[in-house]
């Protein structure tokens, strides 16, 4: 199986720009999903095949890809955002797996 | 709107199987386009695949705990259910059950809304 990888932590001041960024072989290939997990809660999708956003989620938020690393882009980061983000991906047999995580703080 | 319940025994002995049922209400179990799957969660770290399940019962798992592990569905309950052997400390966990979005697995992933709230299983004697 693969694995994507994370930086454990990244942080930032209110109104700044954050770039959470998750890499894995198979990103190259398949499409690249990030979680919000805010604690005590499960996770929520905000953005899937790699750049898409769902309904309701705030368009602050948006992903890129780039060979094998994708990145969650915060615009204009908010204190409600802090958070832990996780990005996940499947490789070609089905394997789902999700990256390490990386906890957002908003100094 | 679509709902998931898990349910199941909150402490398990060392060596023995967990279970846990995830109940599904507001939409059919019977769906062509989703898979059906459980996530783990251990205290202070990342989330986990643990495998999914399609109704008509095909599964695919995650191969590091795939010897130990039985996911099942149930269509006249609109359930589905996880079955984990030989447990140790390193299975206490919140488990979350969830739809996934189906067809190519370039496009697996568990959708908003569409997530139980989460039960926490402890592995103790």
């Known amino acids: 199986s693969y694995e994507l990888t994370q930086a454990p932590s990244v942080s930032v001041s209110p109104g700044q720009t954050a770039r959470i960024t998750c890499s894995g072989d198979?990103?190259?290939?398949?499409?690249a999903y990030w979680y919000q997990q805010k604690p005590g809660q499960a996770p929520v999708v905000v953005i899937y095949?790699?750049?898409e956003r769902p309904s309701g989620i705030p368009e602050r938020f948006s992903g890129s890809s780039s060979g094998t690393t994708v990145t969650l882009i915060i615009s204009g980061v908010q204190a409600e955002d802090e958070a832990d983000y996780y990005c996940?991906?499947?490789?070609?047999?089905?394997?789902?797996?999700f990256g390490g995580g990386t906890k957002l703080t908003v100094l | 709107q679509l709902q998931l319940q898990e349910s199941g025994p909150g402490l398990v002995k060392p060596s023995g199987t967990l279970s846990l049922t995830c109940s599904v209400s507001?939409?059919?179990?019977?769906?062509?386009?989703?898979?059906w799957g459980w996530i783990r969660q251990p205290p202070g770290k990342g989330l986990e695949w643990i495998g999914s399940?399609?109704?008509?019962?095909?599964?695919f798992y995650n191969p590091s705990l795939k010897s130990r592990v039985t996911i099942s569905v149930d269509t006249s309950k609109n359930q589905f259910s996880l079955r984990l052997s030989s447990v140790t400390a390193a299975d206490t966990a919140v488990y979350y059950c969830?739809?996934?979005?189906?067809?190519?697995?370039?496009?697996?992933?568990?959708?908003?809304?569409?997530w139980g709230q989460g039960t926490t299983v402890t592995v103790s004697s």
């Open positions: 969830a739809r996934m979005e189906g067809g190519d697995a370039a496009y697996y992933y568990f959708g908003m809304d569409v």
């Open positions: 507001g939409g059919s179990i019977r769906s062509n386009t989703h898979y």
């Open positions: 399940v399609y109704f008509g019962g095909s599964t």
């Open positions: 198979a990103l190259a290939k398949q499409y």
């Open positions: 095949k790699d750049s």
């Open positions: 996940q991906s499947a490789d070609i047999s089905g394997t789902v797996v």
